[in-house]
């Protein structure tokens, strides 16, 4: 089943304690991308990934960090959570760019405390 | 940067009605523009896209206008059924050589009243 997947769906931490979160998609797209979604604020991208080692800021990417050393692998890092970094998170991926349908993970709900 | 506008934040419709949601955009060298539905609790799901060299797109109940002049672009959902109530975000792509960025509208919280 072609799907994108991400661990963990739900995660409380506290503040300043690394955490990781795995993003992975089995459609062999060129492009992955993270969002934060917030209530009234929508979707805000935080990094972008159009290729192996290619990765770019999105709109909000202070306090994150991505790799991509894998095409089907996106993970996003947080390595001194704050309490403001408290979000849903959505992982997504499209063929071959955000010119074309995006497919989202389940989302992520983050807590920092 | 691009900055997407969506208005109304709320809607509510009785069945049967159409809805309309409207988003602006800011940046003449958009180039895409997609609609996601997210039903509560659930991820975000494309339900229609339209590019700049097309002016209007119809699927079934759903049809999306672009007026690029303008700089806006509409979804129009006739035929309201209980199912189509959810969020529904805008958003405007940018390809800039190599790179795709998305901006996504704050989001329209549809309500189909039976």
């Known amino acids: 089943e072609a799907q994108v997947t991400q661990n963990p769906r739900y995660l409380i931490t506290v503040t300043g304690k690394k955490l990781t979160v795995t993003c992975s998609q089995n459609?062999?797209?060129?492009?992955m991308s993270w969002y934060r979604q917030d209530p009234g604020l929508g979707l805000r991208q935080i990094y972008y990934?159009?290729?192996?080692?290619?990765?770019d800021k999105g709109d909000v990417p202070e306090g994150y960090k991505v790799s991509r050393k894998e095409k089907r692998n996106f993970p996003l890092i947080l390595e001194s959570p704050s309490p403001n970094q408290t979000s849903l998170y959505f992982c997504?991926?499209?063929?071959?760019?955000?010119?074309?349908?995006?497919?989202f993970g389940p989302g992520t709900r983050l807590t920092v405390t | 940067g691009e900055n997407v506008e969506q208005h109304p934040s709320t809607l509510s419709v009785q069945e049967g009605d159409s809805a309309v949601i409207k988003c602006t955009y800011s940046?003449?060298?958009?180039?895409?523009f997609p609609w996601y539905k997210q039903e509560l609790g659930k991820r975000p799901q494309l339900i229609i896209d339209?590019?700049?060299?097309?002016g209007e797109k119809k699927d079934q109940r759903i049809a999306v206008t672009l007026n690029k002049t303008a700089k806006h672009f509409s979804l129009h959902i006739t035929e309201t059924q209980p199912e189509d109530s959810a969020v529904y975000f805008c958003?405007?792509?940018?390809?800039?050589?190599?790179?795709?960025?998305?901006?996504f509208g704050p989001g329209t919280s549809l309500s189909v009243i039976p």
């Open positions: 990934s159009m290729n192996v080692e290619v990765t």
């Open positions: 997504a991926s499209s063929l071959l760019g955000a010119s074309r349908e995006q497919y």
């Open positions: 958003a405007a792509s940018d390809q800039k050589t190599s790179y795709d960025k998305v901006i």
């Open positions: 940046d003449s060298a958009s180039n895409y």
């Open positions: 339209i590019r700049s060299n097309v």
């Open positions: 459609m062999n797209h060129e492009y």
